[in-house]
């Protein structure tokens, strides 16, 4: 997760909608910003790895569990 952030200064957001095209404005990127970005990437990140798991019933009394999920330490 921190390499999502390395070396980023500044944050572009979209100002307003202006009929159809997006104005972007450029802010500092502060503590708040930036801890509030990286969970919002945390909850995708996790909706991610749960629709990459996949359940499949053999039978009633059998339960496979398969994922395909690489982890980063």
């Not at 095209?21 to 970005?37: E, F, P």
């Not at 019933?57 to 994922?67: A, G, N, V, Y």
Request: hydrophobic share 40%.
């Amino acid at each position: 997760m921190a390499g999502a952030f390395w070396g980023t200064r500044v944050m572009e957001i979209v100002k307003k909608h202006d009929f159809g095209d997006l104005v972007w404005k450029r802010i500092k990127l502060t503590s708040t910003r930036k801890a509030n970005a990286k969970k919002h990437l945390h909850r995708i990140w996790q909706k991610k790895v749960v629709n990459k798991f996949k359940l499949t019933f053999d039978s009633l009394s059998h339960l496979e569990l398969s994922c395909k999920l690489r982890i980063h330490k």
